[in-house]
């Protein structure tokens, strides 16, 4: 069975996780709208298959876009994200969850000079959801633009060093995935929330 899905982001293109040019912080944090549309589906059984112009069950992975400045050449990342709720409404009870069995995956890209960077020594691109495919769940709410009460999970943590010397500074794509098991799920879209935290990291 072919399967399709369409996801928009409803967010800018790219936040800066840095302090200006002063890198006085040691961390810093950025959220985004993460906006997904569910399109409507139908199927025969006991045939071939009719209509399908996308698929409501399976993995739904959305690439969102970050940008890291940082004064020191490792730093350290974690993930946060929100099951996709119908019509943005955290209280509704058409969800599409996060799939706490796949990783986040970072992807760094090359800076003007064309650096990019790798996983420190013991770490590797995904960040796993803390507590594993059961769990995961924050243990501190993040406080969301729209003021409203939406259920967080985490990753662990993990390092990343620049190929520059000294600095960290990049564009970062993550790959988040969030998984619909329901083949009813009503048609239309869903949203929820993504965060990026990012803290300097010393010489390991």
């Not at 409507?40 to 399908?52: E, K, L, Y």
């Amino acid at each position: 069975m072919r399967r399709f899905w369409s996801a928009a982001l409803a967010a800018a293109a790219g936040l800066v996780l840095a302090s200006g040019l002063a890198f006085a912080d040691q961390t810093s944090q950025a959220i985004k709208k993460v906006q997904v549309h569910i399109d409507p589906n139908i199927a025969v059984s006991g045939g071939v298959q009719v209509t399908q112009q996308s698929f409501q069950a399976g993995e739904i992975p959305v690439d969102v876009a970050f940008t890291v400045h940082a004064n020191t050449q490792w730093v350290t990342l974690q993930a946060m994200g929100t099951p996709l709720y119908k019509a943005d409404d955290p209280m509704s009870p058409y969800e599409i969850p996060i799939d706490l069995g796949s990783d986040v995956m970072v992807d760094i890209l090359p800076d003007e000079n064309g650096v990019s960077g790798n996983p420190s020594p013991g770490y590797d691109w995904g960040l796993a959801w803390s507590g594993g495919p059961d769990n995961g769940e924050c243990s501190e709410i993040p406080v969301t633009p729209d003021g409203r009460t939406w259920p967080w999970f985490c990753t662990e943590t993990s390092i990343f060093e620049s190929g520059n010397n000294g600095t960290f500074s990049h564009d970062l794509v993550l790959t988040f995935t969030w998984v619909n098991e329901d083949n009813e799920l009503p048609k239309g879209d869903y949203s929820g929330w993504v965060k990026l935290i990012a803290w300097t990291y010393n010489d390991p």
